[in-house]
């Protein structure tokens, strides 16, 4: 492999790390080691092998040939966390005043709002949230895959972050705009 692609995996590696985002269990030592015992023609080599050493060179072959797999899995799923949890809070608020805002009647003084540009102000606003919504359920999806991909099972606080999603897009399509 060249020096090029061995930098860019190692730059995956330190997003990863860098995203600041610790998920329980979420280390590549454990996933590979959880990948190793449910890996039926890894079990039947390692156990037709006639010694100790070669059955720990089979093992050890397997874990290397998959740790760079893993700590891409691993790097999508921590930064793609990261960048969802947040910008799940953020549409989630955006929804709540974006439904205040058109569910309310325009307040009572000197100038009236006109009614027709507060609902073409509210599709517009709902537009646009609807299209954030988007990238962030894609993204939240490509979370899971990458955790289908390595067997890992994501913790409830990960997976919280679905229901929320789907309870944004839920109010979303309540905005009577």
Do not use: C, H, W
């Amino acid at each position: 492999m060249s020096a090029k692609l061995d930098r860019m995996k190692q730059l995956i590696d330190d997003l990863g790390n860098a995203s600041g985002v610790t998920i329980p269990g979420l280390d590549s030592d454990s996933v590979i080691n959880n990948l190793a015992s449910k890996n039926p023609q890894l079990q039947d080599a390692i156990n037709q092998a006639p010694t100790e050493a070669e059955k720990k060179a089979i093992l050890d072959r397997y874990k290397n040939e998959l740790r760079s797999y893993v700590n891409e899995q691993i790097a999508i799923i921590k930064i793609t966390y990261a960048a969802v949890k947040d910008g799940t809070k953020q549409i989630a608020e955006t929804v709540t005043a974006l439904l205040a805002q058109t569910v309310l009647p325009p307040g009572i003084g000197p100038v009236t709002p006109n009614p027709a540009f507060i609902l073409l102000e509210g599709k517009q606003k709902s537009n646009i949230l609807k299209g954030s919504l988007s990238v962030l359920v894609n993204a939240y999806r490509q979370l899971l895959q990458a955790a289908l991909n390595i067997q890992f099972e994501l913790p409830d606080v990960v997976l919280s972050v679905g229901d929320s999603l789907s309870a944004a897009q839920r109010a979303l399509n309540t905005i009577p705009v």
